[in-house]
């Protein structure tokens, strides 16, 4: 009878790992480039929505990314820096409201700061898309450190897109 339950336990435990490994089939890796400079490269990007850039961003939305990045030292906070490039010659800095600039916070699956070295987390990143003009635009994703060292950077080419107004709810006051 115990032979029994550790065989169920075993075929339990590896199919809870070979699920694990499988992965989201719902948000495939999207195609980012590097950052100059040698900068660390996360282990993979999924913006929700989007395999090949550019990536259709609705402004006055939120586009999501999953990034995975391992860390080489020891990190007790971090913070999102992102620069936009767009006519291929003006780079502005990306203002983020602070609880979307913390990294900590908005760590997956259990993870959380400090962070030590040689582990790999993935990050929640909801990139607030403002109402800007309907261009493309580069955009550099810089996770910076406590020590203002970059831990991982990437480049994802989007387009800002209006949205098609199906968002919208209209609401019809008969009693006015």
Avoid at 105 to 126: Q, R, S
Avoid at 158 to 176: C, D, M, P, R, T
Wanted: aromatic share 12%.
């Amino acid at each position: 009878m115990q032979q029994d339950a550790l065989i169920w336990l075993s075929i339990l435990l590896l199919g809870s790992l070979f699920n694990g490994i499988q992965g989201d089939d719902n948000n495939p890796p999207t195609e980012v480039k590097r950052c100059s400079g040698g900068k660390p490269f996360p282990l993979e990007v999924r913006v929700h929505g989007c395999t090949v850039p550019p990536c259709n961003v609705v402004k006055g939305t939120d586009a999501v990314f999953e990034i995975d990045f391992a860390v080489d030292k020891f990190i007790t906070s971090m913070t999102t820096k992102v620069w936009a490039t767009t006519l291929g010659f003006i780079t502005i800095p990306y203002e983020l409201p602070a609880d979307v600039a913390a990294v900590c916070p908005n760590l997956m699956y259990g993870a959380y700061c400090p962070l030590y070295p040689t582990e790999d987390v993935t990050y929640l990143f909801t990139f607030p898309v403002g109402e800007y003009p309907e261009i493309g635009v580069k955009i550099e994703i810089y996770l910076i450190d406590q020590d203002r060292d970059t831990a991982t950077c990437f480049i994802c080419d989007i387009k800002v897109k209006k949205g098609s107004g199906a968002n919208k709810v209209y609401e019809l006051n008969y009693l006015a």
